[in-house]
């Protein structure tokens, strides 16, 4: 099980780095939640660490439609000019969802090398 769930870890970093490199859009943003979801609970029901317990409590979860955009005058003026104001605010959502998923992908690097030692 070990080997797994360290595998699953490295996976999702490198999912995440995907996505920061290639600005992700909503769909791909989407999986990745669902994933880092199922991670997520896959260690807090097989993890007995409490230290481990409460790191991996803290990372964040990732709702897109939770995702808040504020649109100004000018934003919404040039989004009306320049191809809509719908595909602004994706956009949008999507910018807020990457910089949340670079956290995620810290906080995974850093449950990786806990879960090493922990497993070892």
Same mark, same amino acid.
């Given at each position: 099980m070990s080997r797994n769930i360290?595998?699953?870890i490295v996976d999702i970093q *490198?999912?995440?780095d995907r996505l920061i490199k290639n600005k992700?859009?909503?769909?791909?943003?989407e999986q990745f939640s669902q994933y *880092?979801?199922?991670i997520k609970s896959f260690l807090e029901s097989n993890i007995e660490d409490e230290f481990i317990l409460n790191y991996v409590r803290a990372i964040?979860?990732?709702d897109i439609e939770q995702e808040d955009t504020k649109? /100004?005058?000018l934003n919404i003026v040039l989004s009306i000019f320049f191809g /809509?104001?719908?595909s602004y605010r994706e956009r949008q959502k999507a910018d807020n969802a990457l910089n949340k998923i670079r956290d995620i992908r810290g906080k995974y690097a850093s449950a990786e090398f806990m879960l090493k030692n922990y497993f070892s």
């Open positions: 360290i595998r699953q *490198n999912q995440a992700a859009n909503i769909v791909e943003i *880092n979801d199922e964040p979860n990732l649109l /100004g005058i /809509g104001i719908t």
